[in-house]
């Protein structure tokens, strides 16, 4: 709930702690969502330790309006807290302290809505990362009944971030989007980072094929590196992977994929990856939604033509794969569902729920509760996260704690939100409509049918496969470890029981693609059986080349430029 900064009084006997921002830093009013910070773990700042995991410092979040130079807004047990849900619960003790103002933007948007959300500034929806948002200096302070007032003054701003350059080998392009801006009520822009192929420069003749590496938000490509690995690099400890020197593995294989990009023989393609981080999250999911906009289209018709232009790829449908990961994997799926004459293959590893009867663990259309499973006589708490020996790391209910704490109104920028975001309805606030409610867990079951007719991509293959199988033959390929870090692979479970029944009697023409799973891999296995997940995804502009290749030798048109490009 928005609170007016004065109004906020702190509570009778306990320690009070309040926040504010000096006139320097803004003379005008400011909305956002106040995010106090408190860590035990003296290595790095509060604000960089705040996330879903075991390791999580504590923040407690607040949304104001009209929030005054000068004036102290309370943070108490109003605040949403995470992991520790109230600020009186925190243990007694000496903590580090901080405190962040995530800036929001009045957005009136053309179809009449107003809503107030923070804006991407190039960072990719990082809200302790993103330029212009205020914070404190880190400070240690103790917690306690009858502690001292603590005072926090968010006197510091976050720069704003230099763009990276183009080099040889990596390029940038950028446009307004007219789409998205008529949407949004105020200016919109696409990017693309574009891996161009060796010899681009020297053979300006040569039209290419395009793939495009869908992803989180990025600025370039870190798994291509044209030096060497630094001999001087600290090793690091990959926590997700078991594996000490990760850091120095993967300048080991970014080098290693340079390597094979440059020499003679290696299929001359364009790689893009999109920058389409908007004000709900790093990624938009590249389809069209009601809350976010037409964002499919936009890439569709305004952000793909440009980059096709700029960077002469040979600009049709047989020429264009797509593959990505996760938010990528169902962006792939997706995109290749919904435009499916623009592509001619999909390579879909570890993709978001493609079912909703399996989202997460709950079935959106079924059950009533996300947190637990109701019994007899008592409650089973639900995971939203697990390792690989299959140890829960969060349940779905301190996952959706953790996304309150960071913003209201489906304001976190964070997992549970964006696809809320992307496959809800708008609400009657004009907010996301809630799929389930972030205190009790009670699902929505009228959101639900909608994100079932509109997101629920199994649905969609079910329903439409007499038209859209013919045109995806050969298409869809899946690929997801049997140990799933979020239980992916139970969605595609679904899909695949589907697809198995294609080009059997009353069910359409068989769907000639693949869905392998990786026994006891995790998120996010992409489909090499012969490396470990650490290693394979590393590969993503190499691995599925040789099947790009011969998907375009089989499928290419007569008269197609079969040649330009293989120099």
């Known amino acids: 709930m928005a609170v007016c900064a004065v109004s906020l009084k702190a509570q009778s006997g306990v320690q009070s702690v309040s926040v504010s921002f000096p006139a320097e ?58 992991p520790v849900r109230k600020l009186s619960e925190v243990p007694p003790g000496d903590y580090t302290v901080q405190a962040v103002l995530n ?82 009520g105020r200016p919109m822009f696409l990017s693309a980072v574009v891996l161009v192929p060796e010899g681009f420069d020297e053979h300006a003749e040569a039209r290419f094929p395009l793939v495009i590496f869908h992803d989180h938000f990025v600025t370039g ?7 060497p690995p630094n001999p001087d690099l600290k090793p690091n400890y990959s926590e997700r992977f078991h594996l000490a020197g990760y850091n120095r593995i993967q300048e080991e294989e970014a080098y290693k994929e340079y390597q094979q990009w440059k020499s003679p023989g290696f299929p001359r393609v364009l790689v893009m990856k999109i920058q389409h981080a908007n004000p709900y999250y790093d990624d938009s999911y590249a389809v069209n939604s009601a809350n976010l906009g037409p964002y499919g289209d936009a890439i569709e018709t305004e952000l793909i033509p440009a980059v096709e232009k700029k960077f002469r790829a040979i600009g049709q449908g047989w020429a264009r794969f797509m593959y990505g990961g996760s938010t990528g994997g169902w962006e792939s799926l997706a995109v290749q569902i919904f435009y499916p004459d623009h592509y001619n293959g999909a390579f879909v590893a570890c993709p978001d729920p493609v079912d909703f009867h399996a989202y997460l663990t709950r079935d959106l259309y079924k059950d009533d509760n996300m947190f637990y499973i109701q019994g007899a006589n008592k409650r089973i708490e639900q995971p939203a996260m697990r390792d690989y020996n299959g140890h829960t790391l969060i349940s779905v209910r301190d996952n959706a704690a953790y996304e309150a704490a960071l913003g209201d109104h489906g304001r976190s920028g964070d997992q549970l939100d964006i696809w809320q975001a992307v496959y809800g309805p708008e609400g009657k606030d004009g907010y996301p409509a809630q799929i389930f409610d972030k205190e009790t867990g009670v699902i929505d079951h009228k959101v639900a049918e909608y994100w079932k007719d509109h997101y629920d991509l199994d649905a969609i293959l079910q329903k439409n496969w007499e038209t859209l199988g013919p045109k995806l033959q050969g298409k869809i390929h899946l690929y997801v470890g049997e140990a799933d870090t979020y239980f992916l692979n139970d969605a595609v479970y679904l899909m695949e029981d589907f697809l198995k029944t294609t080009g059997t009697p009353g069910h359409g023409v068989a769907y000639e693609g693949e869905v392998k799973y990786g026994p006891r891999a995790e998120h996010c296995w992409n489909g090499d059986p012969t490396l470990p997940n650490a290693y394979s995804r590393l590969h993503y502009n190499t691995m599925y080349l040789p099947k790009i290749m011969e998907r375009i030798a089989t499928t290419a048109p007569a008269g197609a430029d079969l040649t330009s490009w293989k120099y």
């Open 103 to 184: 800036v929001y933007e009045t957005f009136r948007r053309g179809d009449g809505s107003v809503v107030k959300l923070a804006p991407d500034r190039g960072e990719g929806q990082h809200w302790n990362l993103a330029p212009g948002n205020l914070y404190s200096k880190p400070r240690k302070v103790h917690v306690g009944p009858g502690g001292a007032p603590i005072a926090i003054s968010m006197d510091q701003v976050i720069p704003a971030i230099v763009e990276e350059a183009d080099t040889k080998y990596v390029r940038h392009l950028r446009i307004q989007s007219d789409l998205l801006t008529k949407f949004w």
């Open 221 to 227: 490509f870190d798994d291509f590196r044209t030096t």
């Open 25 to 82: 830093r803004s003379p005008r009013p400011l909305d956002g969502r106040v995010l106090l910070l408190l860590s035990n773990d003296p290595t790095e700042e509060p604000r960089m330790q705040v996330d879903d995991t075991p390791r999580s410092q504590m923040v407690f979040g607040l949304t104001v309006d009209g929030l005054k130079p000068g004036q102290k807004v309370v943070v108490g047990d109003a605040a949403a807290g995470y």
